[in-house]
């Protein structure tokens, strides 16, 4: 056994914070960080390895508070999120609307704070151009409504028929943190 050093690394910083629009700029900052705290757990791991030591990974936590924004880059996002070998707890501290509904349901383990908002609604898009480009835009918006839907069917307890009553009615569904937590959008209340 190697000589055990009076102190090892400890690991980096994982309380995040994701306050902002979902759009390239603040999805690849959130995604680098992801990236980073995944590749110093491995490299700690390793090292830990070599003194017969068990390193004890701790999960990243994303505290939410947006409104939304960008679907492309939200999924991107949650294929991160998804793909985290560092458990990712998710939590939302004031709103967590439209793509930030998506990144809190798709948390491992997944808080709101009491008075927190999440919200549910349709994908929206705007369309120009030729009638054929509207057309590819509109089939376009539907297939991501349909990943959307997917998303929240497999991750909380809503069912395919609210999710259709939500679409047909044309509205946001803004929840108490107390009916997320019956729905299964999250595990516990803060």
């Known amino acids: 056994m190697a000589n055990i050093p009076n102190t090892l690394p400890l690991p980096m910083e994982r309380k995040l914070f994701f306050t902002e629009q979902f759009d390239q700029k603040s999805v690849a900052a959130l995604t680098k960080n992801i990236f980073e705290i995944n590749e110093d757990d491995r490299l700690l791991e390793k090292l830990y390895n070599v003194y017969d030591m068990e390193y004890k990974v701790s999960p990243i936590e994303i505290m939410i508070d947006s409104y ?13 999120v998804e793909n985290s070998k560092t458990p990712i707890w998710t939590y939302v501290t004031g709103a967590a609307m439209s793509c930030g509904f998506i990144l809190l349901i798709s948390g491992h383990k997944r808080f709101a704070y009491k008075r927190a908002t999440p919200l549910y609604h349709q994908v929206s898009s705007s369309a120009y151009g030729t009638v054929k480009e509207m057309e590819e835009n509109l089939e376009e918006t539907k297939r991501l409504q349909d990943i959307v839907e997917d998303i929240t069917i497999e991750k909380t307890k809503i069912s395919k028929k609210k999710l259709t009553e939500i679409y047909d009615k044309k509205i946001d569904w803004y929840m108490s943190s107390s009916e997320a937590l019956a729905l299964g959008v999250v595990d516990e209340i803060i």
């Open 68 to 80: 939304g924004g960008r679907v492309y880059q939200c999924m991107g996002l949650i294929s991160v």
